[in-house]
């Protein structure tokens, strides 16, 4: 509900589908491109087309690789799902520049622009390079782009745009939601590490750090969920990062006595390795989405105690930044 006394700076802004739903269908779209992605380096066929821009010489669009070997079919396809993941974010970036009156929320979304632009050249030039390092990069940026439009959803969400009626974080439930955020983020980077350059302290690190992500996790929705007056969708974000977390662990003990003794040796690889994997690959991109969910969320619903008289937004939602803009 709007606050009808706010004066126009304080105003909520008003619910817009266009841009919404074109972050809702980026996010989409890219949520299987990274189980593809995932595949082709599960599968070690990340150098089975050598050459980029050109597909064995041939434009990509026009290349025909139904009847090539699976590991062409498999990176080619990718490349081909990547080229359509970027023209929806182009659709992204007229949707936001057309509907969305915040500066800020223009910039982002040129952000994401941006990133799968810098995504697709990280791709050729792992091929072109032949580099592990910049594979792992590459994997490491696709779920940062992932998260940037699940964020873009929240910003252009009902929840977001509604009158908040932030109240006082008593329990630090912002600084839990960073700090589940930030140790996601990391175990992101360490999966990378362990996936494409493999190593047993890596391994064992990245367990350790799991099992903590959950603990966390496991606290962050207990204080959402006993806070009063209750924040439902912060909690519900925070239940989904906690479920998330939970079936993280389960796939990555698999993968993890999939991989032992992690000595990088090349192996054949079954389709439930893959899938077990890969979905583990995947997964840790949906949770990371998912603590940024929660933390916006946090930060949108609890902020310093308000001034007399006011009950509007807090000092760090970007809603103010918009009537600033
Ligand atoms: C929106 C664009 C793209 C996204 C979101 C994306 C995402 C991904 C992801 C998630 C992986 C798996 C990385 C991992 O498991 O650590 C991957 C692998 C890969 N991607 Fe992309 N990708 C995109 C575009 C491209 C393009 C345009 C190319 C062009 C060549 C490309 C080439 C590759 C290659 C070669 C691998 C395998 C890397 C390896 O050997 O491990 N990608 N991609
Ligand atoms: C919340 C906790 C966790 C998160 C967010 C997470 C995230 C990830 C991600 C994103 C990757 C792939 C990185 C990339 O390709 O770019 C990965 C790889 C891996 N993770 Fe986790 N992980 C978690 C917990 C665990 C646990 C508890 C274990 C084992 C007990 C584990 C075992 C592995 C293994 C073995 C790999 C390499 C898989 C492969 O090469 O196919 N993970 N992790």
Same mark, same amino acid.
């Given at each position: ?101 915040? =500066?800020?929320?223009?910039? @982002? !979304? $040129?952000?994401? +622009?941006?990133? *799968?632009?810098? &995504?697709?050249? %990280? /791709? ?46 008593? =329990?630090?439930?912002?600084? @839990? !939601? $960073?700090?589940? +955020?930030?140790? *996601?983020?990391? &175990?992101?980077? %360490? /999966? ?51 479920? @998330? !977390? ?80």
């Amino acid at each position: 509900m709007t606050n009808p006394t706010a004066t126009p700076n304080e105003r909520p802004l008003a619910y817009r589908a266009a841009p919404h739903w074109a972050a809702v269908l980026a996010g989409v779209l890219t949520l299987p491109l990274l189980y593809v992605g995932g595949s082709v380096t599960t599968y070690r066929v990340g150098m089975a087309v050598p050459d980029w821009p050109r597909t064995f010489g041939e434009n990509m669009f026009t290349y025909n690789f139904w009847d090539a070997p699976f590991g062409v079919q498999l990176e080619h396809s990718h490349r081909l799902y990547g080229s359509a993941v970027g023209v929806a974010t182009i659709a992204l970036c007229v949707a936001f520049f057309a509907f969305d009156k915040r =500066k800020w929320a223009k910039s @982002l !979304a $040129v952000a994401a +622009l941006a990133i *799968v632009i810098i &995504q697709g050249l %990280l /791709g050729g030039y792992r091929v072109r390079l032949n580099s592990t390092m910049v594979a792992a990069l590459h994997g490491c940026l696709a779920q940062v782009f992932f998260a940037l439009t699940v964020a873009l959803a929240t910003f252009t969400g009902r929840d977001w745009l509604s009158d908040a009626k932030p109240t006082p974080d008593a =329990k630090g439930v912002r600084g @839990l !939601a $960073v700090v589940t +955020l930030l140790l *996601v983020a990391a &175990q992101i980077g %360490l /999966g990378a590490v362990l996936r494409h350059f493999s190593g047993r302290h890596a391994a064992y690190t990245h367990a350790v750090l799991g099992v903590a992500i959950l603990g966390v996790a496991a606290h962050l929705f207990v204080k959402a969920k006993r806070h009063d007056p209750p924040k439902p969708s912060l909690r519900s974000a925070a239940r989904w990062v906690e479920v @998330l !977390a939970g079936l993280q662990i389960l796939l990555g003990v698999v993968a993890f006595v999939m991989l032992w003794p992690f000595d990088g040796m090349p192996r054949p690889v079954t389709t439930a390795q893959a899938a077990f994997r890969t979905l583990h690959q995947t997964n840790g991109a949906v949770l990371l989405a998912a603590s940024v969910v929660a933390t916006l969320r946090a930060f949108r619903h609890f902020g310093p105690a308000a001034k007399p008289g006011s009950i509007t937004s807090p000092s760090t939602s970007p809603t103010d930044l918009e009537a600033v803009a």
